[in-house]
């Protein structure tokens, strides 16, 4: 059961425009949500978070959007640059604090 | 402040054969992750320590694995024997532990290759 899905395992962006990864959750008990960059051969390190009380987060050139309704997130990067290709992963923590993660979507940003 | 130390950061075995992994989580963190990561997945959780005690540990496959923190701070995870299918990244990761605080640091990951 993939209770937090990332349905594009891929997306390629040209150097200043704006990415947009998605993220559907099942679950409505969910009511935080992370989001995580991985380069090749390094772990995830954390990227922005938001809480369910709130449908948008900002930091910089990232921003985190909640839809509640329709349990969906989005990540924008905007300007894109070419040293945000990695790997995005989504991920909720359960009741129990452990963190569900998406598939991941691999953002490939060309110059 | 130091991050979460992992080693060997490859390993490349035979099946049947036994390996072992250390994780260093970072100073004063009470919480210790060990993930499973497989190419084209998105990390998932083995086990959980808190302090030296096992707070869930329902996805570890315990015939084959088994996971031990020392004296709450250091810890390793073992597979014997290894199958073809526990090829993949293994990932430790460290949090403080406290109520509400949900973020997570991860280490660099040991690559397992089983042939």
């Known amino acids: 059961d993939q209770q937090v899905k990332q349905n594009s395992p891929s997306l390629s962006v040209q150097e200043g425009r704006i990415s947009i990864l998605n993220c559907d959750y099942t679950n409505s008990m969910f009511d935080y949500f992370l989001w995580y960059k991985k380069y090749p051969a390094e772990g995830p390190t954390f990227l922005i978070s938001i809480s369910s009380i709130k449908d948008k987060n900002e930091d910089g050139r990232f921003t985190v959007f909640l839809n509640k309704s329709a349990k969906h997130l989005s990540l924008h990067i905007v300007p894109s640059q070419p040293g945000d290709s990695a790997v995005y992963f989504c991920a909720a923590p359960n009741q129990g604090g452990k963190l569900i993660f998406g598939q991941g979507t691999e953002l490939s940003v060309k110059p | 402040e130091a991050g979460v130390a992992q080693s060997p950061r490859y390993k490349i075995i035979e099946k049947r054969q036994s390996v072992a992994f250390w994780c260093n989580p970072i100073s004063g963190h009470a919480t210790l992750y060990w993930y499973q990561q497989i190419l084209g997945q998105g990390p998932k959780l083995l086990i959980q320590?808190?302090?030296?005690?096992?707070?869930?540990d329902s996805q570890l496959p315990k015939d084959r694995f088994s996971a031990e923190r020392l004296k709450g701070v250091d810890s390793t995870l073992k597979i014997q024997p290894a199958k073809l299918e526990d090829s993949a990244v293994y990932l430790c990761a460290s949090s403080h532990g406290f109520e509400g605080s949900y973020e997570q640091y991860f280490g660099p990951g040991t690559r397992l290759t089983v042939t």
């Open positions: 320590f808190q302090n030296n005690g096992v707070v869930d």
